[in-house]
């Protein structure tokens, strides 16, 4: 895979409930009589707002997904996006618990319903797509259980792996028991760490939490780089994502996580909430300084570590 070209593009982080198309949430919320919120609004002209605002403009987008029919019309606004772009796969971050549970939005079966169903229309038409389930680190680890609980024990084959997002307001050592239970059930780690807290989120985050993926990691000293350079970790990095919601951490440092030898790769994160494609993140990434080598490192990085693009049978069966 030495042509840029021959390797698939793959959207390595993407938001179920922030990747709406705007179209449909504005007409989704006129036929509601919801006002849009002035943070979504000033997302969506591209100002960049506090992360507490963001939450608020992500979270009317979630309070739209009520049913299994938004929740296929989310899969498949990722999935024209991805295509619009050239993307041939994608890893899909969910809450279920979020909607499930905490907003009492819809059942669970709803939910999975609705996933399958974009996801069969997204391979249908050629995508390779898998699903991340996501628990809210400031809400701790008890509901990292309380998530655990929920999607366990009839978890759909295209669950490949569990993450945390959200604040990074709980210390993700904290997060170990819940880490392991995750990992034992045959799914792959990750954690949002060192975006909206300390660059120390994320060493904690690999030595202490156990995972073996991060998700931004734009706050991590040269030290840490390092670390997980030599551990081989993979970083999904989503210059609009950061350049919205971390605006004081300039330059971006993906030009030195590069040549530090990180294994990043580009993500979009929420596009229905800060507009962006694999397109114009591969523009802000050569915005940065990077050249067509550094170009095609992401892109092979983004293929060779997706989650979406591996075959895992390692799940324990009956979980």
Not at 6 to 31: K, N
């Amino acid at each position: 895979m030495s042509h840029s070209a021959d390797v698939p593009l793959i959207d390595r982080h993407t938001h179920l409930e922030g990747s709406l198309d705007p179209g449909w949430v504005r007409r989704e919320s006129a036929r509601r009589g919801l006002d849009l919120p002035v943070s979504l609004e000033r997302l969506w002209s591209g100002v960049a707002v506090p992360f507490e605002s963001f939450i608020e403009a992500f979270l009317f987008g979630a309070a739209l997904l009520d049913s299994r029919e938004a929740v296929r019309e989310a899969t498949l606004a990722v999935t024209r996006r991805t295509q619009a772009a050239g993307g041939v796969g994608f890893d899909l971050w969910v809450s279920p618990h979020f909607l499930v549970v905490h907003r009492r939005q819809l059942s669970l079966e709803a939910f999975w319903r609705g996933l399958e169903e974009g996801l069969s229309e997204a391979r249908s038409r050629g995508l390779r797509c898998c699903v991340v389930v996501d628990a809210v680190n400031h809400f701790g680890p008890k509901h990292g259980q309380a998530v655990l609980d929920l999607v366990l024990p009839d978890l759909p084959a295209f669950v490949k792996g569990f993450s945390t997002g959200g604040l990074e307001g709980c210390p993700f050592r904290e997060w170990a028991p819940v880490f392991h239970r995750a990992r034992v059930a045959g799914l792959r780690l990750a954690a949002h760490a060192g975006e909206n807290g300390p660059g120390s989120n994320v060493r904690e985050a690999l030595l202490e939490g156990g995972v073996s993926r991060i998700v931004h990691g734009i706050r991590a000293d040269e030290a840490t780089f390092d670390l997980l350079a030599e551990r081989r970790i993979p970083v999904d990095i989503c210059p609009s994502s950061n350049r919205a919601l971390a605006a004081d951490v300039d330059p971006h440092p993906l030009p030195r996580m590069l040549r530090a030898g990180v294994r990043c790769a580009l993500g979009t994160d929420d596009p229905g909430v800060i507009p962006c494609d694999l397109a114009t993140e591969t523009a802000a990434a050569r915005h940065m300084g990077l050249d067509d080598i550094a170009i095609a490192t992401l892109r092979r990085n983004g293929a060779e570590d997706a989650w979406c693009l591996t075959d895992d049978e390692s799940r324990p069966q009956g979980l």
